[in-house]
Structures are given as C-alpha cells and as structure tokens.
C-alpha cells in the first residue's frame, strides 16, 4: 500500500463508494464520503492524512465542482479530480483550465487510469 497517498472519493451512489475502496483500498489509503458536505467534514477530519480529491461530477445539493472549489479555497495544494458519466461540460472545461481540475475520469472508472495518476502525484509529493 502506498501509504503517501491519501485518496477521498466522494460520490452518492454508495455502489461507487464500496467499488472504488475495494478496487483502490489495497493500494492506497482510500476514504469515502456520500456527499459534498460529507465530504468536507471527512477532509477537515483527516486533512493530513488526504491529498487527492476524486468526486463525481452530478451529486445532490453540491455539485462536484461546487465541493472542488470549496476544497481547494481551505486546502489549496489538495489534487483534485472529477469524475462522470457524461461527457466534459463547461465547468469542468474551466476548472482544468484553471488548475482547479487535473483531470476528469469517465466512469465506469478506469483503474489503470486512476493508479497512473496516483503514481505521478507520488513521484511529486
């Protein structure tokens, strides 16, 4: 297990949530949150313990580029990343271009995908 990298992945499908800590859990210290405001809360908890942000784009009540912006304002060198089932929009468009956004996944999640990208945050921290 990679111990250095801290993921919090946030989405409200709890299917999503047990799929992505049993598919990353091994590897890397996986916490999970079923909403933006959970999400926040999980970060405040374990802040020095989280580095990356994985959240589903379409949640209820805040939006995932709703908690990125949120969590980058508190937690500005958190790596953030979207991930959806439809396609790039706008807003995601602009946080990748602000560098509020490193990148955004399609679900289904790719797991190679996902680790290459753990795997250069682990060679930058």
């Known amino acids: 297990m990679n111990n250095s990298i801290g993921i919090l992945y946030v989405d409200d499908e709890p299917i999503n949530l047990q799929l992505f800590k049993i598919n990353l ?4 210290n996986v916490f999970t949150a079923n909403s933006g405001s959970n999400a926040l809360e999980v970060l405040a908890e374990f802040k020095k313990q989280i580095n990356v942000i994985v959240s589903d ?3 209820a009540r805040m939006s995932g580029i709703e908690l990125i912006n949120t969590a980058k304002l508190k937690y500005p060198s958190i ?6 089932g439809f396609d790039n929009n706008k807003e995601i468009d602009e946080a990748i271009d602000k560098g509020t956004l490193k990148k955004c996944f399609r679900k289904p999640f790719n797991m190679v995908e996902i680790e290459y990208e753990m795997k250069a ?3 930058s921290m």
């Open 121 to 123: 945050i682990g060679g």
């Open 25 to 28: 859990g091994n590897k890397y």
């Open 79 to 84: 790596y953030c990343y979207m991930l959806t």
């Open 57 to 59: 784009f379409r949640m």
